[in-house]
Nanobody, 120 residues
Framework: QVQLVESGGGLVQPGGSLRLSCAASGSIFRIYSMGWYRQTPGKQRELVASISKDSANYAASVRGRFTISTENAKNTVYLQMNSLKPEDTAVYYC???????????????WGQGSQVTVSS
């Protein structure tokens, strides 16, 4: 079993910054992908940023403002969010592709979600 625990959400004024963290624990053999998604009421979950090996990809709406990074020794992924806008308000979910020690097969795992609210 694999658990992803997020932290770092909250309320911030437009133009401000937040950093989200997501740490994985459990029966992990290898993590082969990490990413962040977000969702607002009535809309589908959308990809914000992803990283695998040394390649990072960003949604056009956040490119240049958000940065995804990892700390592999801690099985942790971060999302640094700068120059936040009201339209960035959403619940943010981390996602990891993990091969577990038990099954040695790939699986998709999600964090619990973190509310980010950008408002004055």
């Amino acid at each position: 079993q694999v658990q992803l625990v997020e932290s770092g959400g909250g309320l911030v004024q437009p133009g401000g910054s937040l950093r989200l963290s997501c740490a994985a624990s459990g029966s992990i053999f290898r993590i082969y992908s990490m990413g962040w998604y977000r969702q607002t009421p009535g809309k589908q979950r959308e990809l914000v940023a992803s990283i695998s090996k040394d390649s990072a990809n960003y949604a056009a709406s956040v490119r240049g403002r958000f940065t995804i990074s990892t700390e592999n020794a801690k099985n942790t992924v971060y999302l640094q969010m700068n120059s936040l806008k009201p339209e960035d308000t959403a619940v943010y979910y981390c996602n990891m592709g993990v091969i577990t020690l038990i099954t040695l097969t790939p699986g998709d795992y999600w964090g619990q979600g973190s509310q980010v609210t950008v408002s004055s």
